[in-house]
């Protein structure tokens, strides 16, 4: 009955204030305000909804170079970031006080001389001329409409000027007094209030208006900054009324007067003061990686897909990017400015920006799968091209990981790894021998220009070299097609396929995904990979044999924290055994022949590269690879520290071959980038496999 009571009587003091109801003035004496029992109307603190005992504020996430400083780019909703208060000036705390609640420190939330005064102002001037929220009542009122799980017509309503909502506000906020520290609650106020110009809470108005942080405003700046907060968008200074702007400083420094704030004398220098912005906008997205290093925002643009795909953030792709956007969290990439430059440089002494063809590149750390470096002849950016220039010299299409509308490029001889590690899986040793022909009438179907009478018949590009007796080392060093052709036969062309995705291939073709689900037995071409991959895929799959069998997802970070500076988990690297340590390795010393290295058992006899290994001066393995009339070109190398894959190709006309004399420079690049990375990094050597899986015949294998 009490309550009833009150909440009638505090109905008629709100509506007063918020209407000037001459009648209900008249009828509320201010003793009788003074006697009523506010502390009663208050909610207690165990019912206060969850956004109020805990403020899920939106701020913006940080994506970092893999140094933990080097900033790539930032991405939010509204741009804000929480600080503590003793990162905020002192002057900045006394100016928003003064500003928005000069009786802060002395009333519990609600203050009743703001009440009965607001409710004579505007019962005199006959409409609503003065508020009476106290501070802690708009932080009530932020928090509540500037939750982010809230629907737009939800925080339309938290902010609808009715009496119910006050009501609402006064008993939040005094149970939130009777809780919270004077502190805290100025703290969070700081935090979520809106400035203008985009920026919410005190760090982002700070940075946004003069480009340094809340902790070094001077007086002048503190008053600008706390006049905006009343009316944000057309007092901002930046994009709305700067003498407006002006004018309100002015205020908030009388009004520090007059709270004994600041002198006389401090206030009259301040406001005399220019206005002196220095704006700054906060990075947002991909297409605001630094100037000068444009070439991130692939990097940039991969990881926010990944993000997308990480549970560990939402239930659906949409939701995940809302909490990149809204969650705070500092996210260390694996990104490596100084391997990054390194592989750029080399892209683009191949092919220029406005070149048709691009050369996208990536290098892999194997046993973590971070990515060190991802590069592509190409602007990062959402600018128009000249026409009939669908990817050149502006896009944002993912032509180094693939997605959207880039299923990849064919891989040529690069794919004879799935096939000879399907074999040493299934027992047959690198010393198995087959006497290459020219060309090899296998049995799997195919029609067009590679059918002999309805059967594919490979033929070796280069006879002279390729042909006669040959063992996985030779066979592979050579690039020799019909061994390959063979060997599938033998091992099985599903088992082929099967090892390409097990080792991160991804078929994102319509055409490559049916074949591999329907007709994986009969997919015989596969092995001279005329499925399309990219750079990535490669990168990790042969990342894989350089970690001795150990497949790792591509990752793009290396460390995240949530605003709470809590570590999240979805950083971990995502690894498991793929292959018999022993089969990798075997597949390593076969790989040492085509990049001019020389394997443990000395088989090594012919390269693609044969001079890779010796600008290199480390032990290194790898493979060239040449698609169908020399439509793209591949060439991927790898050390145990490090992988790199380079391709070349069209990415808007596959049909326009780069042609197989840009293999050379792209063999030089993926050196150059490999001497670059590895210059402070010890040499390391491959580990022998065992006599048995290098000669005998043995039992089959499985990957775990």
């Known amino acids: 009955m009490i309550r009833a009571h009150l909440d009638k009587l505090l109905t008629v003091v709100i509506a007063g204030v918020l209407a000037g109801l001459v009648l209900a003035a008249a009828a509320l004496p201010v003793a009788l305000v003074f006697g009523i029992g506010f502390s009663a109307l208050s909610t207690p603190y165990s019912e206060l909804p969850n956004t109020l005992r805990t403020p899920p504020t939106a701020q913006r996430s940080n994506l970092y170079a893999n140094d933990g400083t080097t900033l790539i780019t930032s991405f939010y909703q509204e741009d804000r970031v929480d600080v503590p208060l003793h990162e905020v000036a002192p002057v900045m705390r006394q100016a928003i006080v003064a500003a928005e609640d000069v009786r802060f420190f002395q009333h519990s939330g609600v203050d009743l001389r703001g009440v009965v005064r607001a409710f004579t102002v505007n019962k005199r001037d006959g409409q609503t001329r003065q508020g009476a929220s106290t501070l802690t009542m708009q932080y009530v009122r932020n928090v509540l409409s500037s939750d982010p799980r809230l629907t737009e017509s939800q925080r339309r309503a938290a902010t609808d000027v009715t009496t119910a909502r006050k009501i609402q506000e006064m008993r939040y906020a005094l149970a939130l007094e009777r809780e919270l520290s004077k502190d805290e609650i100025l703290t969070r106020y700081l935090n979520i209030a809106y400035f203008g110009a985009g920026a919410y809470g005190i760090a982002a108005a700070s940075k946004r208006y003069f480009s340094r942080a809340p902790a070094d405003l001077t007086l002048a700046q503190a008053a600008l900054l706390a006049g905006l907060v009343q009316s944000p968008d057309s007092d901002d200074p930046i994009n709305g009324d700067a003498d407006s702007a002006l004018r309100r400083r002015a205020y908030v420094l009388e009004q520090m007067v007059e709270s004994s704030q600041v002198s006389a004398d401090a206030a009259a220098a301040a406001r005399a003061e220019p206005l002196d912005l220095r704006p700054s906008e906060t990075p947002n997205d991909c297409t605001a990686v630094p100037d000068g290093h444009n070439d991130w925002g692939f990097f940039c643009d991969w990881f926010t897909r990944w993000w997308s795909n990480q549970p560990a953030f939402g239930s659906t792709a949409d939701e995940r990017q809302r909490t990149l956007r809204r969650g705070g969290f500092s996210i260390v990439s694996s990104l490596d400015p100084a391997v990054q430059r390194a592989t750029i440089e080399q892209v683009l002494r191949i092919y220029k920006p406005t070149d048709a063809r691009a050369v996208p590149t990536a290098v892999v750390q194997p046993g973590t799968g971070r990515v060190l470096a991802m ?312 580990v022998p496999p065992s006599e048995r899986v290098a000669f005998e015949v043995t039992g089959a294998r499985t990957g775990n």
């Open 375 to 686: 590069a592509v002849n190409r602007s990062y950016s959402v600018a128009d091209n000249p026409a009939g220039q669908k990817n050149h010299p502006n896009t944002v299409n993912q032509l180094v990981a693939g997605g959207g509308a880039i299923d990849g490029y064919q891989g040529g001889s690069t794919f004879k790894l799935f096939t000879m590690l399907a074999a040493l899986e299934s027992g047959m040793p690198l010393s198995t021998e087959f006497t290459a022909p020219t060309r090899l009438l296998t049995k799997f179907p195919v029609t067009g220009a590679a059918s002999c009478d309805g059967r594919w018949c490979p033929a070796n590009a280069s006879p002279s070299s390729m042909d006669g007796p040959r063992t996985m080392w030779t066979a592979f060093g050579r690039s020799v097609n019909t061994y390959f052709a063979w060997l599938t036969e033998r091992v099985g062309a599903d088992r082929v396929v099967e090892m390409a995705e097990r080792l991160g291939i991804v078929l994102r073709a319509d055409s490559d995904a049916r074949l591999a689900r329907y007709g994986a037995k009969n997919w015989g071409p596969f092995t001279l990979g005329v499925a399309a991959t990219t750079p990535l895929d490669l990168a990790t799959a042969y990342a894989t044999v350089a970690a001795e069998g150990t497949w790792c997802a591509p990752l793009p970070v290396v460390s995240i924290t949530d605003s709470a500076g809590h570590p999240v988990d979805a950083a971990k690297p995502d690894c498991r055994q793929a292959l018999d340590t022993d089969v990798a390795r075997a597949a390593a010393d076969a790989a040492r022949c085509p990049v001019g290295d020389q394997s443990m058992y000395g088989r090594c006899d012919g390269a693609t590269a044969r001079d890779l290994r010796a600008k290199l001066g480390r032990p290194v393995a790898g493979k060239t690879g040449s698609s169908e009339r020399y439509e793209a070109e591949t060439v991927v190398a790898f050390t145990p520290q490090l992988a790199v894959a380079s391709m070349a190709a069209n990415p808007d006309d596959p049909r326009d071959a780069v042609g197989q004399a840009v293999q050379g420079a792209m063999v030089d690049a993926v050196g150059a980038v490999l001497a670059s990375a590895l210059r402070d990094q010890p040499v390391q050597d491959f």
